[in-house]
């Protein structure tokens, strides 16, 4: 055989792949600026498939990229801008070193800064792509809007990004796209529903952040930094497509324009703007006035039988849509001062609600607290000293909840001081065979359109009570006669085995007793005999499958045996919870 | 000033103006104009006298302590006064006059003469050279492009414009092994600020997750209930976890999953329903009891009526089948390991293996043409000449006395313990094992008409746990711990070797075809070999539990059975065609229970009725049980 040798490792997936030093190295670049650049283009570790292979035989652990990834990289113009900031940096320092401040000075205007609309545009080529990567960027814009404006990053930043999501929340108001609504123990969750796309972010409750030490605060700079320019951009063009000036203005021949007077508190002009619009409580002023919002109308196409049921379909979803959209149209709201400001009245507006606040509060209050036109006033106190009679005097989790469930809920157990009922998380469908909590079967009920007073309510409870005593009772019974075929079984094995020792030991009693009529159940044979028949079929599946089968059905046993504890968990509740009354009312 | 020099020794300080601590440790402060050391004042003062200075001496508030020489100082009025300016923060001459009126040099008034007559520097007037070079220095760096002109600073307002104004897919090529990380989960019912009451931990919820490592606890966070919203505190973690989301994003490294979302339904083989392979066994119907130790073995006569059994009791026991009574009870004074009956239906005997003799017993249960054919057939030597003794290891006896009136009729002594007995399909042949590692005197076969016996095999090829006839051509099957070996009887070579794949062979079956083999292993595995097709299992079935201790086939129906020590018998549907193309077909059809398990033993023998889909079992609680 001729031929040269094959070595080892100069084909196939070794090739296809670079650890992550020697990309540096190819780089030429220092760590924190690989990570950097890494982050700004999106360049990500790959597992390789074997990875054995890739490592050279080696087992050690590495992380690959792949190398077409580090070739690309080569390339990307913002290398160069990192190695002149290199170079800048190290000529502010000679110059700071020879204490020429004049040079300091110079250099410092020509500092090398990059752009990143580029990088945008390669990473994102369509606009959808950008949509469905922004829920990250949300979060931290979010995030770092709520920053105070010392210490972990530049003023800049938090600026620019409290702009962004002003103007990002203030997108959603007008274009009415928010969905659903999480309090959490985290923050609060919003989902918008933006171009078919579902957008999710999480807002933390405005506290001042205690920083960690072990966060490394120049990768989220990084991110941010890459996250604002896409989200500027994803802005620029949401507010276009609504034709919506930007950077957004508000609207001047609105009626609720906050009055002038407060514009002598805030020391710069821009500033005071962006605490009007951050108010969110004015409309935004359009390129074409007189555009109406259109009507999303569904174009009617003559079509068969089968499509126009999912025509129809899609039609009812969007009318209840429309409904949703317009929840809180004609409630006036007015915000007591405990109440999170911002993440209220985002809400109550993009449903179409008014509302406004003290006018100590923030800036952009429209109406006062006398306003006898107010139908909701949102407290979170036990109490008030006067109460207007005009108005529903309702805690913030109503809000959140008739968003949910896209109806207007009852407001009687949201009332001062009145126990909540639990606040559920929108974002779980549940599929068959999950528990669902009796709070979301009520809610859905609702949504049917099944209205059931209070009192009818706990008189269904109580007969409810009785229905499952009862029903707990037959169960018990059906429970016993099952027990009662096997005791029958047991019984008769038992008399064989004692005929049959009987019949060992030489005592052999002839006995003739009355024979019982066998009734058999043939659903119930039926039932066994396929059940053997399946066990049966299950000894014949191969090594591979039968992993993969005890595998699946462990999981479908957990998930059972995880909803039976919650409902278990939930009647054990109930139970001491109605003991109690009991006791209470005794 | 003078007088006070005169009247007070001069007690100035040499050291300079250095801390005054340095002398902290000595007696002296300094040293004085002459060289001398400046003592320190014998007696520091205490807050008391201090306390007592300050109450009776009149002169103590402008009394000052001089660090340097140790001692206080009354400040005179003239030093009083000028303190007292300075503090003020005027001058400290009282003659200075701040307000004089100012003398302007350079006034809008054009004088005639100049202020001084110095003549003009030259320099004046003539081009600077070093400002010269500094200026062509930077015209050069700006020529050079190392200079640039002042940046205009933009805000920040106006940089962003429609980005995608022009969306073309050119770009997307790039993406194809782009794999997008995937979104952060959406948020349960645990994590509301007010959950219904069954997603709260329980007290041991509590415990178990706060001992738990975080990477392995199923929820990051304490579900926690507050009443209303004003009183839901900071999250402290929400950095953290933006944080780690952000090192998820650039650091994870991605890999495309499969999921596989397979109907568990679809993995179950489709099987003929075992309804429509009927006849098998399905039901215990009959219990054979009477041993009292375990039974060992069990065999059933060619004729179907008479079920031989030998236990560790020492006895055999011979039971008529239908009717489950013990006909006969032979004791043989051993435990028996192995019974097997003369497959020949023209004869009735049986071969009983214990300790280290086989027995040939002739039952007498058959009609009296077949007893004599038997006898005839055992006495058949005797007329004869003398057995030839071709091995001396070997020696056949005849038995006498109560023996003989019990029906043994023949002796045939082993050198070591015999463990297992198989009739040739003749029924004139006999074969016997003796396990043992060391030697090559593993297996005898004996001719029981011509009362000889002979070792097949010089060489010792492993343990050997059982060995078979074929029912049809002159092979002989032999079964080592971990293979099986074919051997041509009458080319006297091996023809084939079965590699079983499991640890420990513990029986092996042969089916009545002779192209297929069986064999059970004490590894749980039943393995099904088509002699044809590979020396591979075709089949292995991991059904049992426990070590499988026995296997038969049926001689007339496709069926096979298997004796676990999980205390079950499992019956399988083989069918076995002719056509060499086609796989033979394995149903498990059946899964028998009914022996207990004692010291660990469940079933230890299983074989079939000669003609009925019968299948009986022998088991370690010293029954014999008949499954119709």
């Known amino acids: 055989m001729g031929g040269l040798q094959k070595k080892k490792f100069e084909r196939g997936s070794a090739t296809n792949y670079i650890t992550r030093n020697r990309a540096r190295k190819k780089l030429q670049l220092s760590l924190p600026d690989f990570r950097r650049l890494c982050i700004l283009k999106g360049i990500y570790p790959h597992e390789p498939k074997h990875k054995k292979k890739v490592n050279k035989g080696s087992t050690a652990p590495r992380t690959f990229y792949l190398l077409k990834d580090i070739r690309f990289l080569l390339h990307e113009p913002i290398v160069g801008k990192f190695r002149e900031y290199k170079i800048f940096v190290r000529k502010l320092k000679k110059a700071y070193g020879k204490t020429e401040w004049s040079a300091v000075e110079r250099l410092r205007e020509n500092k090398p800064t990059y752009k990143l609309d580029h990088i945008i545009k390669e990473r994102y080529p369509t606009f959808i792509d950008a949509l469905r990567d922004i829920d990250d960027a949300l979060c931290m814009c979010f995030l770092f809007s709520t920053f105070a404006r010392t210490g972990k990053c530049h003023v800049q930043t938090i600026q620019l990004c409290k702009r962004l999501t002003v103007e990002w929340m203030n997108y959603v108001i007008t274009s009415r796209s928010l969905r659903k609504v999480f309090l959490s123990i985290k923050g609060i969750y919003y989902q918008a529903e933006v171009m078919g796309q579902l957008i999710t972010w999480v807002v933390p409750y405005q506290f001042s952040h205690d920083h960690p030490v072990d966060v490394d605060y120049r990768v989220m700079a990084t991110f941010t930094e890459l996250y604002t320019t896409l989200l500027g951009f994803v802005n620029f063009r949401l507010y276009n497509s609504l034709n919506l000036v930007y950077p957004p203005k508000l609207d001047s021949n609105a009626e609720s324009e906050p009055k002038e007077e407060s514009e002598d508190d805030y020391a710069m002009n821009s500033e005071s703007y962006l605490e009007k619009l951050s108010a969110l409580s004015a409309s935004l002023a359009r390129v074409v006035s007189s555009a109406e919002e259109e009507e999303a109308q569904l174009d009617h196409f003559p079509t068969e039988g089968i499509r126009s049921a999912q025509m129809e379909a899609r039609e009812k979803e969007l009318k209840q849509q429309e409904a949703q959209k317009k929840l809180f149209e004609g409630l006036k709201f007015y915000l007591n001062r405990e109440v999170p400001r911002e993440s209220l009245a985002f809400i109550i507006r993009c449903f179409g609600g008014q509302v406004s606040w003290d006018k100590s509060v923030c800036i952009g209050s429209t109406y006062e607290m006398t306003d006898e036109t107010i139908t909701h006033h949102i407290i979170d106190r036990p109490s008030v000293d006067k109460q207007y009679i005009n108005r529903y005097y309702i805690q913030p989790q109503w809000v959140y909840d008739c968003v949910n469930a896209k109806v207007l809920l009852p407001v009687e157990d949201y009332f001062l001081g009145v126990t909540l009922p639990p606040h559920l998380s929108p974002f779980v469908e549940e599929k068959e065979g999950d528990y669902v909590p009796p709070e979301k079967l009520k809610i859905m009920a609702l949504q049917r359109g099944e209205k059931t007073g209070n009192e009818q309510e706990e008189e269904e409870e109580e007969e409810e009570e009785e229905e499952e005593e009862e029903e707990q009772e037959e169960e018990e019974e059906d429970d016993n006669g099952d027990e009662e075929d096997d005791e029958e079984e047991v019984a008769e094995e038992k008399n064989l085995k004692k005929m049959e020792e009987q019949r060992s030991q030489g005592k052999v009693i002839f006995k003739v007793t009355p024979g019982k009529l066998k009734v058999e159940n043939k659903a119930r044979l039926e039932q066994e005999e396929k059940a053997e028949e399946k066990r049966l079929a299950i000894m014949m599946m191969k090594k591979k499958e039968k992993y993969l089968y005890d595998k699946i059905m462990f999981g479908k046993k957990r998930k059972v045996r995880e909803a039976n504890k919650l409902a278990a968990k939930r009647k054990a509740h109930d139970d001491a919870e109605k003991a109690k009354k009991k006791k209470a009312r005794k | ?628």
Not at chain 2, 59 to 87: A, C, F, M, P
Not at chain 2, 118 to 134: G, H, Q
Not at chain 2, 444 to 459: A, C, E, K, T
Not at chain 2, 564 to 577: E, F, L
């Open chain 2, 1 to 628: 000033m003078e007088d006070i020099a005169l009247s007070f020794p001069d007690i100035r300080n040499t050291v300079g103006n250095i801390p005054v601590e340095w002398y902290k440790d000595f007696p002296h402060i300094g040293y004085n104009l002459d060289g001398k050391k400046i003592y320190k004042p014998i007696r520091n003062k205490d807050e008391l006298d201090d306390f007592l200075d300050k109450m009776e001496n009149p002169e103590y508030w402008r009394t000052v302590h001089d660090k340097q020489t140790g001692s206080d100082i009354v400040l005179s009025d003239d030093q009083v006064e000028l303190v007292n300016r300075l503090q003020r923060g005027q001058f400290g001459d009282v003659n200075f006059n701040e307000y004089e009126p100012m003398v302007e040099f350079f006034s809008s008034d054009v004088m005639i003469h100049p202020i001084t007559n110095r003549p003009a520097d030259k320099r004046s007037f003539i081009p600077s050279l070093t400002e010269k070079e500094k200026v062509s220095k930077l015209v050069h760096a700006i020529k050079m492009g190392w200079l640039k002109p002042r940046r205009v600073e933009d805000d920040g307002r106006g940089r962003y414009y429609d980005l995608w104004a022009s969306e073309d897919s050119s770009i997307l090529a790039r993406h194809r092994m782009h794999l997008p990380a995937p979104k952060i989960p959406l948020p349960g019912h645990h994590e509301s600020y007010n959950p219904p009451p069954e997603y709260l931990f329980t007290d041991e919820e509590r415990a178990l997750w706060e001992q738990q490592d975080p990477g392995d606890r199923k929820l990051p966070f304490v579900p926690r209930k507050y009443s209303s919203l004003r009183q839901v505190p900071a999250f402290s973690h929400f950095i953290h976890e933006r944080f780690e989301r952000c090192l998820d994003l650039y650091l994870c490294p991605r890999q495309r999953k499969m999921r596989v979302n397979v109907n568990p339904e679809d993995l179950i083989p489709q099987l003929p329903k075992p309804k429509d392979l009927q006849p098998f066994p399905t039901t215990q119907s009959l219990v054979y009891r009477g041993h009292s130790g375990l039974v060992r073995s069990i065999s059933v006569s060619p004729s179907g009526q008479w079920l031989a059994s030998g236990s560790d009791d020492g006895s055999v026991r011979f039971w008529e089948v239908c009717s489950s009574r013990c006909m006969k009870m032979v004791q043989v004074g051993g435990a028996v390991k192995s019974v097997a009956w003369n497959p020949n239906p023209s004869v009735c005997l049986l071969a009983v293996a214990l300790d280290s003799v086989v027995l040939i017993l002739s039952p007498s249960l058959a009609d009296k043409q077949v007893i004599l054919s038997s006898e005839r057939l055992l006495s058949a030597q005797q007329e004869g000449e003398e057995p030839a003794e071709g091995n001396g290891s070997v020696v056949w006896s005849e038995a006498e006395g109560e023996e003989l009136n019990q029906g043994v009729r023949l002796k045939i002594q082993h050198p070591k313990a015999v463990h297992q007995v198989v009739w040739h399909a003749k029924g004139d042949y006999l074969a016997s094992v003796m396990p043992d590692n060391t030697s090559h005197l593993q297996v005898y076969i004996h001719q029981l008409s011509r009362r000889r016996s002979q070792n097949p095999f010089s060489r010792n090829k492993g343990l050997v746990q059982c060995v078979s006839f074929h029912p049809i051509r002159p092979y002989f099957f032999v079964a080592t711990q971990r293979s099986i070996r074919i051997y041509n009887l009458v080319k006297q070579e091996m023809t084939k070797k079965l590699q079983a794949n499991s640890k420990w062979i513990s029986s092996m079956a042969v089916h009545p075809g002779g192209d297929h083999v069986i064999c059970g292993s004490y590894d749980c595995k039943l393995s099904w070999f088509d002699l044809d097709l590979s020396t591979k299992p075709y089949k292995m079935l991991r059904h049992h539990k426990k070590a499988v201790r026995g296997v038969a086939y049926h001689r007339l129906y496709p069926l096979f059975a298997s004796a676990s020590d999980d205390g079950s018998v499992i019956v399988c549907h083989g069918t076995v065609y002719n056509d060499l193309l086609q796989n033979p077909l394995i149903v498990p059809v059946k899964v028998l229970r009914g022996h207990v398990m004692t010291h660990d033993l469940g079933v230890l023998d299983v074989t079939f009725h000669p003609t009925q889909p019968w299948v009986f079992s022998s088991g370690a609680d010293a029954t014999i049980r008949l499954f119709t």
